[in-house]
């Protein structure tokens, strides 16, 4: 959630703003701070950002961390970042393949209610989680869902598959929706509305995300997926914009107020969800669903109020789940 450098003039989008940088976010925090913390493993955090994120996170009252990687490298991270890992829980692991595997095990045995990633590759943390037998697989497929305040849209904006299924299939696609559907109820959407996007807005046999979307809505329609409004296939303009809809003559209770996009793959979903960022101010969070315990994937570029919101969903997606378990 960045600010303006100091005599850098400001984007031109700014002057749309109709509330503070990252409110939306900061809400979720808030909210997320009258409930008890939870237990968070955080994999192989041997870098400044991943060690202050997490213990940013701790000082908030979400989560109780457990530093799992290599104690001189995580020692040497909190020297460099001037704090103190004194009366922090940490577990030895050698090197990031072992971390992630302890962190998985230690969710295996209820120790850890969820788990963030640190200074190592998505694929490392991954490889752990979606193993066979050992890792924290469900009947759900696993998805990436952001959350992302967006200071010229009206409310927060689910944009998912940006960063896990690379081209989904028709199934995928249904767990997709499943998870950010779960996500919304669990950040307090009662019944989130589901834009399904892609090119146009009419079912084209020869753009195959159209009949997609099709299915995903006949699918709500039969009770395959529950809890939500689904509309598509739906452009990106009609989407979000009613009036864009209503000059094509859509009518829709989703388009022009949508709460969740979901993407036709990943390369769009990516790149729409960056687009926001840097074109539109927006400020984001993330997390994956459809494992055991939700995952907070974070980049490298995340800067410390992105990790401590994306903490935040994390502990409200848990005790969502404890409550409707």
């Not at 940088?21 to 913390?37: D, I, K, M, N, S």
């Not at 202050?52 to 001189?72: N, Q, S």
């Not at 490889?127 to 697989?137: I, K, M, N, S, Y």
């Not at 689910?158 to 950040?187: E, W």
Request: contains cysteine; charged residues 25%.
């Amino acid at each position: 959630m960045s600010e303006t450098r100091s005599g850098e003039a400001p984007p031109a989008w700014s002057a749309t703003f109709s509330r503070p940088r990252g409110a939306l976010l900061q809400a979720l925090v808030t909210r997320a701070q009258a409930l008890p913390p939870i237990r968070m493993g955080v994999v192989h955090p041997c870098d400044r950002p991943s060690l202050e994120g997490a213990l940013a996170a701790r000082d908030k009252g979400l989560i109780v961390p457990t530093l799992i990687g290599p104690c001189k490298k995580m020692e040497a991270a909190a020297r460099e970042a001037g704090v103190s890992l004194e009366d922090v829980d940490i577990v030895e692991a050698p090197h990031s393949h072992a971390a992630a595997d302890q962190a998985v095990e230690l969710v295996r045995r209820g120790k850890l209610h969820a788990i963030m990633k640190g200074a190592l590759h998505t694929d490392e943390l991954m490889t752990a989680v979606v193993r066979d037998g050992t890792g924290l697989r469900t009947d759900r497929r696993i998805s990436h869902v952001f959350v992302i305040d967006a200071p010229t849209y009206h409310k927060l904006l689910l944009v998912t598959d940006a960063a896990i299924n690379i081209a989904p299939t028709l199934d995928i696609k249904r767990d997709i929706v499943r998870n950010a559907v779960d996500m919304a109820h669990a950040i307090g959407i009662a019944r989130p509305k589901v834009a399904i996007l892609s090119a146009v807005e009419t079912v084209e046999a020869k753009i195959p995300s159209t009949v997609e979307a099709a299915a995903l809505c006949k699918m709500a329609d039969r009770g395959q997926i529950a809890g939500a409004i689904l509309d598509g296939p739906l452009a990106f303009d009609n989407a979000i914009s009613r009036e864009a809809a209503e000059a094509k003559h859509i009518t829709s209770e989703v388009a022009g107020d949508p709460d969740i996009l979901i993407a036709p793959d990943l390369e769009s979903g990516n790149i729409l969800a960056k687009q926001l960022v840097f074109l539109a101010g927006a400020d984001t969070a993330g997390i994956v669903l459809g494992a055991r315990v939700p995952i907070v994937l974070t980049s490298r570029a995340d800067d410390v109020e992105s990790r401590v919101a994306s903490s935040a969903l994390a502990q409200l997606f848990a005790h969502r789940k404890r409550e409707t378990a």
